[in-house]
């Protein structure tokens, strides 16, 4: 028996549960599920992993001073706020991983006893600042006058008894590896930080705790719990059945989705998944992930937006304006995946009505008008142009290298450019002014067809970033009809020509992007 072809593996970070989801983490996620949509589209088996991340003490600090158990804490909000706002965002995630799980945290102890067996633990003493918010053993480059550059917070200083994984060990098989594959830390910034980090020398790392009991207990020193971030890095590789023997169900989806393909993460959280991470891998004699990507910062006032800092922005408050395709368009359109972004509801607003509402959605609601008015509302005979076409065959080879390369801004500004000509077309051949003489009626069908063949192009192109919307527009132009689901059309096949059947019946649905109610923003 042939064993089945490896999944595209995708992850994003799994989030603290001390409060709900806000626009930040919604970035990351929306990102995860644009690509594995993108990859389904390519024809690709996927796996697209996310969850929450629930123990360490800033999770049971929040716990306790709500005078909640830690764990009913945990369940309360990833029942009330994490999985329905994944949920609202149209996320197709294929599983979700919780750190409280006996799936996790079994496997989690497996693999640390088995580090031990190896010689990568030892017993050793902490001493040093510690952030909380962070949940990371700082560094004195780490600290403003004490505080923690991220947070803005003090530190605590920690003075313990604990477990050490001897990451120093890996520091020449890590710089080995980006050497030989660059690709596997992009974008180069990262990368070039984290090997001017592992440069400037590694220490061990502390991988327990003795202070609260909030965790993972150390398998043969149960007074210990596992570090919150080892714990939580494990997730990526427990969540497919890490360490299960073959055979076996966890075996199976192991060796069908490890190693991860790509790891999305935020910058903030690079040098665990660019350091610690694979060198946990590599000590345990795993292959590593094939890219860690650390994307920008969504910035509010010039500042890393956040909950702790009161700044984060709900996607609800985003989504009842504009909608929910709006806002998964928008933070990919606007700001380079890698570079850090500024959110303002006036350029929000902007992009809304120019590229959303005027250049898309109202091409769409004019063709649709137009069939209906000239054509008796059924698609006319299939036509070809010969410029538009070639212009569709270079749109979607730009977009499918972008975005499987995760450059999201270009690959949405190649489908909107040729959303800007699709218009131009219709501009220029004038078909309201062609449908004044029945003799142009040939010339007239032609437009008309060559026009919906485009929008049948744009609404695949479109979909893995705007579900729900093309959706309706694939059932307006009669499509799902004659050519099935939409989400099961082939990137590979949406520059074919003549692909919208002849005879289609379209129907007038509700307007995609309608118009922003004048609101005070
Ligand atoms: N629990 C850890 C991650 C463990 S992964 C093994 C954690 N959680 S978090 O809730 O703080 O989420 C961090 C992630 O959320 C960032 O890496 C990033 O993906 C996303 N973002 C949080 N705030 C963000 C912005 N202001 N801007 C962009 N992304 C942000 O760290």
Same mark, same amino acid.
């Given at each position: 028996?042939?064993?089945?072809?490896?999944?595209?593996?995708?992850?994003?970070?799994?989030?603290?549960?001390?409060?709900?989801?806000? &626009? #930040?983490?919604?970035?990351?996620?929306?990102? +995860? /599920?644009?690509?594995?949509?993108?990859?389904?589209?390519? !024809?690709?088996? $996927?796996?697209?992993?996310?969850?929450?991340?629930?123990?360490?003490?800033?999770?049971?600090?929040?716990?306790?001073?709500?005078?909640?158990?830690?764990?009913?804490?945990?369940?309360?909000?990833?029942?009330?706020?994490?999985?329905?706002?994944?949920?609202?965002?149209?996320?197709?995630?294929?599983?979700?991983?919780?750190?409280?799980?006996?799936?996790?945290?079994?496997?989690?102890?497996?693999?640390?006893?088995?580090?031990?067996?190896?010689?990568?633990?030892?017993?050793?003493?902490?001493?040093?600042?510690?952030? &909380? #918010?962070?949940?990371?053993?700082?560094?004195? +480059? /780490?600290?403003?006058?004490?505080?923690?550059?991220?947070? !803005?917070?003090? $530190?605590?200083?920690?003075?313990?008894?604990?477990?050490?994984?001897?990451?120093?060990?890996?520091?020449?098989?890590?710089?080995?590896?980006?050497?030989?594959?660059?690709?596997?830390?992009?974008?180069?910034?990262?990368?070039?930080?984290?090997?001017?980090?592992?440069?400037?020398?590694?220490?061990?790392?502390?991988?327990?705790?003795?202070?609260?009991?909030?965790?993972?207990?150390?398998?043969?020193?149960?007074?210990?719990?596992?570090?919150?971030?080892?714990?939580?890095?494990?997730?990526?590789?427990?969540?497919?059945?890490?360490?299960?023997?073959?055979?076996?169900? +966890?075996?199976?989806?192991?060796?069908?989705?490890?190693?991860?393909?790509?790891?999305?993460?935020?910058?903030?959280?690079?040098?665990?998944?660019?350091?610690?991470?694979?060198?946990?891998?590599?000590?345990?004699?795993?292959?590593?992930?094939?890219?860690?990507?650390?994307?920008?910062?969504?910035?509010?006032?010039?500042?890393?937006?956040?909950?702790?800092?009161?700044?984060?922005?709900?996607?609800?408050?985003?989504?009842?304006?504009?909608?929910?395709?709006?806002?998964?368009?928008?933070?990919?359109?606007?700001?380079?995946?890698?570079?850090?972004?500024?959110?303002?509801?006036?350029?929000?607003?902007?992009?809304?009505?120019?590229?959303?509402?005027?250049?898309?959605?109202?091409?769409?609601?004019?063709?649709?008008?137009?069939?209906?008015?000239?054509?008796?509302?059924?698609?006319?005979?299939?036509?070809?142009?010969?410029?538009?076409?070639?212009?569709?065959?270079?749109?979607?080879?730009?977009?499918?290298?972008?975005?499987?390369?995760?450059?999201?801004?270009?690959?949405?500004?190649?489908?909107?450019?040729?959303?800007?000509?699709?218009?131009?077309?219709?501009?220029?051949?004038?078909?309201?002014?062609?449908?004044?003489?029945?003799?142009?009626?040939?010339?007239?069908?032609?437009?008309?067809?060559?026009?919906?063949?485009?929008?049948?192009?744009?609404?695949?192109?479109?979909?893995?970033?705007?579900?729900?919307?093309?959706?309706?527009?694939?059932?307006?132009?009669?499509?799902?009809?004659?050519?099935?689901?939409?989400?099961?059309?082939?990137?590979?096949?949406?520059?074919?020509?003549?692909?919208?059947?002849?005879?289609?019946?379209?129907?007038?649905?509700?307007?995609?992007?309608?118009?922003?109610?004048?609101?005070?923003?």
């Amino acid at each position: 028996m042939s064993s089945p072809k490896k999944s595209f593996y995708l992850t994003t970070p799994i989030y603290y549960v001390n409060d709900a989801p806000h &626009i #930040g983490h919604a970035y990351t996620t929306v990102a +995860g /599920d644009v690509l594995t949509r993108w990859h389904r589209q390519k !024809g690709e088996s $996927v796996w697209f992993l996310t969850g929450t991340d629930e123990h360490g003490q800033k999770v049971l600090n929040t716990a306790n001073s709500n005078n909640v158990k830690p764990q009913d804490w945990c369940d309360r909000l990833v029942e009330s706020a994490w999985k329905p706002t994944w949920q609202h965002l149209n996320i197709a995630n294929d599983d979700f991983i919780r750190t409280t799980e006996p799936r996790h945290m079994e496997r989690v102890q497996r693999f640390l006893s088995g580090l031990k067996d190896q010689g990568h633990i030892y017993s050793g003493k902490y001493e040093g600042p510690y952030c &909380i #918010g962070c949940e990371e053993f700082k560094l004195p +480059g /780490d600290l403003d006058e004490g505080k923690c550059k991220i947070h !803005g917070r003090p $530190v605590e200083m920690v003075s313990e008894e604990n477990w050490f994984f001897r990451l120093s060990a890996f520091v020449p098989q890590l710089l080995q590896h980006y050497k030989d594959h660059p690709e596997a830390c992009e974008p180069t910034s990262a990368r070039n930080e984290v090997i001017a980090f592992l440069e400037g020398g590694v220490q061990d790392l502390s991988i327990s705790r003795s202070t609260f009991d909030w965790g993972i207990p150390v398998p043969w020193d149960t007074k210990q719990v596992i570090y919150v971030w080892f714990d939580a890095l494990l997730n990526y590789a427990t969540a497919v059945g890490l360490g299960d023997a073959p055979g076996t169900e +966890g075996g199976e989806k192991f060796a069908q989705t490890w190693p991860a393909d790509v790891q999305l993460v935020g910058k903030d959280i690079l040098r665990f998944h660019a350091v610690i991470w694979p060198a946990m891998l590599m000590a345990a004699g795993l292959p590593v992930p094939g890219k860690v990507f650390a994307h920008g910062w969504l910035l509010v006032g010039g500042e890393k937006m956040s909950k702790s800092k009161l700044t984060g922005i709900a996607p609800s408050d985003i989504t009842d304006h504009f909608g929910v395709d709006a806002f998964r368009y928008y933070f990919l359109r606007a700001i380079p995946f890698g570079t850090d972004g500024s959110f303002s509801w006036e350029d929000m607003s902007a992009r809304y009505t120019s590229e959303l509402a005027n250049d898309f959605g109202n091409l769409a609601s004019r063709l649709i008008a137009m069939i209906e008015k000239y054509c008796d509302g059924v698609i006319p005979a299939v036509a070809h142009d010969e410029a538009l076409s070639a212009a569709l065959i270079a749109t979607v080879a730009t977009a499918d290298s972008a975005i499987s390369a995760l450059d999201f801004q270009g690959g949405i500004n190649s489908i909107m450019e040729f959303c800007k000509r699709v218009n131009g077309y219709v501009t220029e051949q004038a078909p309201w002014v062609l449908a004044k003489d029945p003799a142009n009626k040939i010339a007239l069908d032609k437009v008309l067809y060559n026009t919906a063949e485009s929008i049948r192009a744009l609404a695949v192109l479109l979909h893995p970033i705007m579900p729900a919307t093309t959706q309706i527009l694939w059932q307006s132009i009669g499509a799902n009809e004659t050519m099935g689901d939409i989400s099961k059309q082939k990137v590979s096949d949406i520059a074919k020509w003549g692909q919208l059947p002849a005879g289609s019946k379209v129907i007038k649905g509700a307007v995609l992007f309608p118009r922003l109610e004048e609101k005070v923003l």
